[in-house]
């Protein structure tokens, strides 16, 4: 597609569920990103995806937090258990990265998490 | 503390004015980008000054960087109602990593 998407869009679900957001990056981008916002907050960074090099994994809040990118593209972000301090927008960026200085990320609309 | 804090906060001004907003971090950069946020949802890139940059302009953005303070400043003028959004500096690190660190944001409200 023309950009990255996410989905769902919003999702309301009870403390405890498990939740999965996924991510479709810009075809050909080599990164994907994962952050979080919440409200009215600044971005944290949760985790990034390039190429075939190991995930890094520094900013996942807790081990309730699972990333993953099939075939080099798509991703899923999984929360389990979740709780209601997960409330947050989840947000997907992608890069496409070549050797050199670090490029401009490409974010998705978001996925609005309200858990309960 | 973050890597990037933006100041102010919130800035408020009339439509025609400037305004400018300031980002600082705290570690060496490769480049720092700024971004806006409508509506809370996804982030558009504005411009990206690299490391070896002092002045970089892009429409009415002008952004300037000064890697001795470890600071950087986006300028919009002549502002328009449609400005009116959140603006985050991201930084991209020197090495190691290709995380980017996002600063806390300004909330930037132009009134017509």
């Known amino acids: 597609g023309a950009g990255v998407s996410q989905s769902p869009s919003n999702k309301v679900t009870e403390k405890g569920k498990d939740v999965e957001l996924r991510c479709d990056p810009i075809s050909g981008h080599t990164a994907l990103y994962w952050y979080r916002q919440s409200l009215g907050q600044g971005l944290e960074f949760l985790i990034y995806?390039?190429?075939?090099?190991?995930?890094?994994k520094s900013g996942l809040p807790s081990d309730r937090f699972s990333a993953e990118r099939t075939g080099g593209s798509v991703s899923t972000l999984t929360i389990q258990r979740t709780q209601q301090e997960d409330s947050a927008v989840y947000l997907c960026?992608?890069?496409?990265?070549?050797?050199?200085?670090?490029?401009?990320?490409?974010f998705g609309p978001g996925t609005r998490l309200l858990v309960l | 503390s973050q890597q990037g804090e933006e100041d102010p906060q919130a800035l408020s001004i009339q439509e025609g004015e400037n305004a400018t907003m300031n980002c600082s971090y705290k570690?060496?950069?490769?480049?720092l980008q700024w971004y806006r946020q409508n509506s809370g949802r996804g982030l558009v890139h504005l411009i990206l000054i690299r490391s070896n940059e002092r002045e970089k302009h892009s429409g009415r953005l002008r952004v300037t960087l000064d890697t001795s303070k470890k600071s950087s400043s986006l300028l919009i003028t002549a502002s328009r109602a449609a400005d009116t959004a959140s603006y985050f500096c991201a930084t991209a690190l020197t090495s190691g990593t290709y995380k980017y660190i996002f600063g806390t944001g300004t909330r930037l409200k132009v009134l017509a």
């Open positions: 960026a992608s890069s496409l990265i070549v050797a050199g200085p670090r490029e401009t990320q490409y």
């Open positions: 995806f390039q190429g075939n090099s190991a995930p890094d």
């Open positions: 570690t060496s950069i490769n480049n």
